[in-house]
């Protein structure tokens, strides 16, 4: 089993900074994707950004520009830096998670409990 832990969020006023982590424990062969999805009150939860274990990225139109994702392989963490915040970014954010548990192709996907990013006005 492989399991992540979200950190990283808080309370911080409009045009601050914060900057989420994603760290992944278990039986990981190797990253398949590492993603944030975001759920604010009352809307639906949706695609912040994603990375592959390759490096590549996709950004949701909310956050394009403003945040960047970044990855760190060997220590099977994610990092979100989420700059120039606005109050419509607040909402639980959580991370999505994909792994290869052997060089079988097994596979392994999870959700983190998610954290909360609070932007005040």
């Known amino acids: 089993q492989v399991h992540v832990v979200e950190s990283g969020g808080g309370l911080v006023q409009a045009g601050g900074s914060l900057r989420l982590s994603c760290a992944a424990s278990?039986?990981?062969?190797?990253?398949?994707?590492m993603g944030w999805y975001r759920q604010g009150p009352g809307k639906q939860r949706e695609l912040v950004a994603d990375?592959?274990?390759?490096?590549?990225?996709k950004y949701g139109d909310s956050a394009k520009g403003r945040f960047t994702i970044s990855s760190d392989n060997a220590k099977n963490t994610m990092y979100l830096q989420m700059n120039s915040l606005k109050p419509e970014d607040t909402a639980v954010y959580y991370c999505?998670?994909?792994?290869?548990?052997?060089?079988?192709?097994?596979?392994?996907?999870?959700w983190g409990h998610g954290t909360q990013v609070t932007v005040s006005s």
């Open positions: 990375i592959t274990g390759d490096g590549s990225t």
């Open positions: 278990g039986s990981i062969f190797s990253m398949i994707s």
């Open positions: 999505d998670a994909s792994f290869y548990l052997d060089d079988r192709g097994t596979t392994w996907h999870t």
